[in-house]
């Protein structure tokens, strides 16, 4: 990390060059290999620390639009090594990146605000991301990323892995597969150490058990889905591939810029109607990109490249969502949760937006300036009423290692 400058974030080559020379400098306890091909087939490598039986695996890369989690993966990688006692009796591996294909499409290495992060914006579809594709698609039909991934899984047998992924704006949570009692304390403290607000009422977790502020457990199987409508269920990502050896998995989230609005655990006066309100902007502010891609799908000459399949997958995400968002009860009454789903109400259609800007750009069609303002518009009105900060890179990166350290000597712990 000393060699990048700061609101750089590393691209896949350089991640991989940077384990390339820790394993040359050290290799006794370190070795780097290839355990699989993309789709475009491009290599998927593993740094290994240590050779102990017991293992915990980390996992960089399954969101293309998360970049932290790459140099986040090398600090940890480096704070093993110089800490024997974290690889007494565990050895560390490193899955650089699980996605290279998606991350080369994702270009914003140093945003300097949500636009600039937007314009080069890319996640794709939920099919063909790594952690995810189980949850949506037939075995058979698996991408070679996840059946890399869960290759390295049935190999190592972990008992833990952590993945590291982030949001653009918000706070950091965590997200257990089983529960981590005394996780909760470690995590806190360093957030606030590095002013970086807890999520306490996450989006992506409501209705989910907590173990402590921000540290959110996956309810079990045969629990009734906090969301319905949507199409993926995280119990059957490869998070859970972990379980059939007795492992379990920590989702480590930080943000890139932050805000407290999501971390105020005051009831909200009226959450249900501001539920209903946010349904109403997500569905609003959908239809106005839909109305754009309606638009221009006669010019595209049947373009179906990875970045229209992610704008069609994200645009098809709404309705059901926001019909599960007016229940009569909110999933949970604080200010926070309504914060949190006030994000998402804003992030998804401005994902979506984003990525089909980057079609018409490319195709130099007549509706991209249009489309650019709208970009704009929404950009900057998530920074004002979320009311940014950015959160420094060597926080980000930080705040993730100190977690993931903390998740594996309580899992170590728990699995004794």
Known sequence: MSLLPELRYPTVTEVVSAARTLAAQRPGPCTLREVGLSRAGRPLHLLSVGRARRAVLVVAGAHANEPTGGPALLALAERVLHERALRTDTSWHFLLCADPDGASLHVTPAPRSLLDYHLGFFRPAGPEQPEWSPAVLPPDRLPPETRALTGVIDELRPYLQATLHGTELGGSWVQLTKDLPGLAEPFAKSAAELNIPVETGAADAAGWPASGPGVHVMPAAGATMAYPSMPDDARHSTWHHVHRYGGMTAVVEVPMWASDLVDDPVPHPAPAAAMRRLAGRLLRDTREVERVLTEVLP??????????????????????????????????????YI???????????????????????????????????????????????????????????????????????HARDRAA
């Open 299 to 336: 010019r595209l000459d049947g373009v179906d490249g990875p970045l229209l399949r992610a704008t069609r997958w994200a645009l098809g995400l709404v309705p059901g969502l926001a019909a599960d968002w007016t229940r009569t009860a909110p999933l949970d009454d604080t200010r926070a």
């Open 339 to 409: 914060g949190s789903v006030d994000a998402f109400a804003r992030r998804l259609p401005l994902r979506a937006a984003a990525m089909l800007l980057r079609v018409l750009q490319e195709t130099d069609d007549r509706a991209a300036p249009g489309l650019e303002r709208l970009v704009a518009s929404w950009s900057g009105s998530f920074e004002r009423r979320f009311r940014a900060r950015w959160v420094p890179l060597e926080h980000q990166v930080e705040h993730q290692s100190r977690t993931v350290v903390a998740a594996a000597r």
